[in-house]
């Protein structure tokens, strides 16, 4: 039989430290690893989540205006649009840690059937609506500012918002009036 154990490679043996690198590498490794990856991506995930809860918030406000009865004069036990948002939006953001409400906005949004084009009322409509040309729509508009998770500061980051600072947010969300006679009151 010939021998198999044959090695084109010198027979160089080399020593190694009892202690060795390696050890003595990974704490700043995992360091960097840590602070310049690891986190930035934990605080990205938490401002997607909080961006998520702050549309959801949203999509409430204007489920909520398009159930009203009415746009601004409320009656007892159905609030209009303008009183009914706001705290539906404030009560759903208080339940998270983060997510700080700066601005609610409701707006009308009247869409002519033939022509599409789109009118936005800030205030109540002048006359009755006339739900045989147009569609009307209610959008809730809400500004806030999200937190991240770990505040960064030091000389190494400039300010990046949702990573050193808060980062401002305005989400939009729209739904069919259920009651457009009642928008221009």
Not at 9 to 25: C, I, M, Q
Not at 93 to 99: D, K
Not at 120 to 143: C, D, F
Not at 156 to 181: D, I, K
Request: hydrophobic share 40%; charged share 15%; net charge negative.
């Amino acid at each position: 039989m010939s021998n198999l154990n044959v090695s084109s490679l010198p027979n160089k043996t080399r020593s190694r430290s009892a202690r060795g690198n390696f050890s003595a590498e990974l704490p700043p490794v995992l360091f960097l690893l840590f602070f310049f990856f690891v986190f930035p991506m934990i605080n990205m995930g938490t401002i997607a989540l909080r961006y998520c809860l702050l549309a959801e918030a949203c999509r409430d406000g204007a489920h909520t205006a398009a159930t009203s009865y009415t746009f601004e004069t409320g009656s007892p036990g159905k609030p209009s649009a303008l009183e009914g948002v706001p705290p539906v939006v404030s009560e759903f953001a208080s339940r998270y840690s983060g997510i700080d409400i700066t601005g609610i906005d409701v707006d009308i949004l009247v869409t002519d059937i033939n022509t599409q084009q789109v009118t936005r009322y800030t205030g109540k409509l002048q006359q009755p609506a006339n739900t045989q040309n147009n569609l009307y729509a209610l959008e809730t508009i809400v500004t806030g500012n999200l937190e991240p998770l770990l505040d960064y500061q030091g000389p190494v980051f400039f300010n990046v918002p949702g990573l050193t600072s808060p980062w401002s947010v305005t989400v939009r969300s729209r739904e069919f009036a259920e009651s457009p006679q009642g928008l221009n009151q």
